[in-house]
């Protein structure tokens, strides 16, 4: 059991299951949906939460016949709540670890254009090690991906970023440098071209991801550092949307080698240039400086990534910062 001081000034006991039901219910805003998702009946769920209310002497859902929303008190509540359950499956891992096992959830976030380690396939080697954790995957930019990571949302995530730019706040590992390659249709005046500077090309109409985000960024600051302007017609937020724009003849694109080149061995459509002066990136492995869980460590572990020692106050951030690469993974 889990003791929290009521919001009435006495001590109550509130037992973990009934923090999993309040959570269920802020997360789904759906009283059917919350037991199916705990497997149990509604009304025992419902009896559950009504009870735990008069405990601590306030409501923390108002609800009504369509509706239930959290109260001012329930959202007060629900930060402690979701505190307690990740402190208590914490402990449940770290006993487990203690007897070799390794067990609890893996968050792991990757942008879509990530090419130095094949996700599945790791992931697969993963689960055969330690098939007691539970692996939960999301895709997003790097930039929310980082953010996830020191919300404590995320526990490892892999990167691209501009080179001369890193995640930070994060211990991180240094994948590949990659560089990126002008994508054309192959029907393009260039398709086939040895190479080709941005001079060349900053005429030409572009597909690139959406403004703002570091994968559009990596383009933008190479034609700013050469101090030329280029016209963006079109914006994705998916690989898929880009290529198929460029293999119609709508515009030219900048993507990493690594990434687009299987891609484009498949597609007859797309051909690939060398630009002299083209864009850099570096991809990263990132995982938090704060006392990683031993399901993140596993995972380092399977890369062949040695974290730093809880005490050290430099970590692998540091070397990376210095110039002194960490070893590359083993992928």
Aim: net charge neutral.
């Amino acid at each position: 059991m889990v003791v929290i001081a009521a919001m009435n000034g006495n001590d109550e006991c509130v037992d973990l299951q009934q923090l999993r039901y309040v959570v269920a219910v802020a997360d789904t805003l759906n009283f059917t949906r919350a037991a199916e998702r705990c497997q149990v009946v509604q009304s025992a769920l419902s009896h559950r939460i009504a009870a735990l209310e008069r405990e601590v002497g306030v409501r923390l859902f108002a609800r009504s016949s369509r509706r239930v929303e959290l109260t001012g008190a329930g959202a007060a509540f629900l930060v402690g709540a979701r505190e307690c359950l990740a402190a208590a499956d914490r402990a449940v891992a770290d006993a487990a670890a203690a007897t070799g096992v390794v067990r609890g959830r893996l968050a792991v976030g990757v942008i879509v254009t990530t090419a130095a380690v094949d996700v599945p396939e790791l992931l697969q080697r993963y689960r055969a090690r330690h098939p007691d954790v539970r692996v939960v995957l999301r895709s997003g930019r790097s930039d929310e991906l980082a953010a996830a990571i020191r919300a404590g949302e995320l526990d490892i995530a892999f990167l691209g970023l501009p080179e001369g730019e890193r995640p930070a706040g994060l211990e991180t590992v240094v994948l590949d440098h990659d560089r990126h390659v002008l994508v054309v249709s192959a029907g393009h005046r260039l398709a086939g071209a040895s190479r080709v500077a941005l001079a060349e090309i900053a005429d030409e109409t572009f597909v690139d991801f959406v403004a703002g985000t570091p994968a559009r960024a990596q383009s933008d600051r190479a034609f700013t550092a050469a101090g030329l302007v280029r016209d963006v017609a079109y914006e994705a937020g998916v690989i898929e949307l880009i290529t198929r724009l460029v293999a119609r003849g709508l515009g030219v694109a900048l993507l990493p080698q690594a990434f687009i080149r299987p891609l484009a061995e498949d597609d007859p459509r797309l051909s690939l240039i060398p630009v002299t002066d083209g864009p850099r990136r570096l991809e990263y492995l990132a995982w938090s400086r704060f006392n990683p869980s031993p399901a993140t460590r596993a995972m380092l572990d399977v890369l062949g990534v040695r974290p730093p020692s809880p005490r050290s106050d430099q970590g692998v951030s540091a070397a990376v910062a210095e110039g002194q690469e960490a070893r590359p993974p083993t992928v």
